[in-house]
């Protein structure tokens, strides 16, 4: 595996991990200090937190695992997450009307776009394929 590829996979592994840990943050208030809307029921975000930190996980076991031939998830399968997550997103922010403060669309905004541009960045790198 090359240095981009593993560059990458740690960016977006660590990425995914703090998107995770702040959707299991969910019950704790933190949709408030985001300025994000709420949801009646805390499972929904919780259970997407822990999935997104497993995601995360997974991405960092390819990284660091690669030499040992253990096997996470690969690039190739985090452009997809990425690019699918951060366009539903952007759809969802552009015809939605939120009953939000500007500091949660900033913030909803911020993480649509790094994650859409990570998905870019490793679609041109041609990150699914190892040599």
Known sequence: MNTKHKTLLTIDGIINLI???LLLSFPLGI???FGVPRSNFDFYPTLLGAVIFGIGIALLIERLGFKKNVRGLGLGGAIAINLCGSLVLMIWLVT???????????FLWAIAIIVFLIGIIELKAKSWKYN
């Open 19 to 21: 998107l995770g840990i």
């Open 96 to 106: 939605s009307t939120l009953n939000i403060p500007v500091r949660g669309y900033i």
């Open 31 to 33: 949709a408030e200090v």
